[in-house]
């Protein structure tokens, strides 16, 4: 780099960092219901200054405004996971941006082969009892129409777990305020993004 280019760089805010070495890919949150996905995800788009993409909502629209309450109840999952398959299929396409999944989306090979492909995935990793104290009071959630939510949450847990650990980050979900999840999501990012990459660059390795 040139001195120039050397005082440009060092200009740039750690989110415009983040967004140059993002080009066109998304940021996909995955995790489980409750885990954040959707409030940290706006707030995370809003800081990077990129859109944010609510998978779910993108789903309803694309179902003339039926819920995924009402998807799952007239047309059942299976249905339900080939919509959400070809909705973040699209999104992904997209450009930069923020994109909130499903719970059970990154479950899915052809959808986790993608993200890896086209985006940076973050794992929101929350805790049973954080997530029952999120969801409890909520009845959109059809997975937990069940008579022991709790029960229902840690097998989900403990099924859908080590496929998010093949996401590329992982930012623990917990009861602290929003923003410091965000700043997390953001060190994280900027961690592999753009300081492993410059780490990378110097070593002589792609």
Same mark, same amino acid.
């Given at each position: 780099m040139t001195e120039i280019a050397d005082r440009q760089q060092d200009s740039l805010t750690q989110e415009a960092r983040i967004v140059a070495a993002l080009g066109a890919r998304p940021v996909v949150l995955v995790g489980m219901m409750g885990s954040g996905k959707s409030t940290i995800g706006r707030r995370l788009g809003a800081r990077l200054?990129?859109?944010f993409l609510d998978a779910d909502h993108e789903i309803e629209v694309a179902h003339a405004g039926l819920t995924v309450s009402e998807i799952f109840a007239q047309h059942g999952e299976p249905y339900f996971r080939d919509g959400e398959a070809r909705v973040i299929a699209r999104l992904l396409e997209g450009?930069?941006? @923020?994109?909130a999944t499903g719970g059970g989306a990154f479950m899915r090979e052809e959808t986790r082969s993608?993200?890896?492909d086209k985006a940076v995935s973050v794992w929101l990793q929350a805790d049973g009892d954080v997530i029952l104290k999120r969801v409890k009071r909520r009845a959109d959630r059809p997975l937990l129409q069940t008579a022991d939510p709790a029960a229902t949450i840690e097998r989900l847990i403990a099924e859908r777990s080590p496929f998010y650990r093949l996401a590329d980050l992982? @930012?623990?979900?917990?009861d602290v305020p929003h923003e410091k999840i965000v700043d997390e999501c953001i060190d994280a990012l900027h961690a592999r993004l753009v300081s492993g990459a410059a780490s990378s660059s110097?070593?002589?390795?792609k």
């Open positions: 200054n990129i859109p450009g930069p941006c @923020v994109i993608r993200i890896h992982a @930012v623990a979900s917990r110097s070593n002589g390795t």
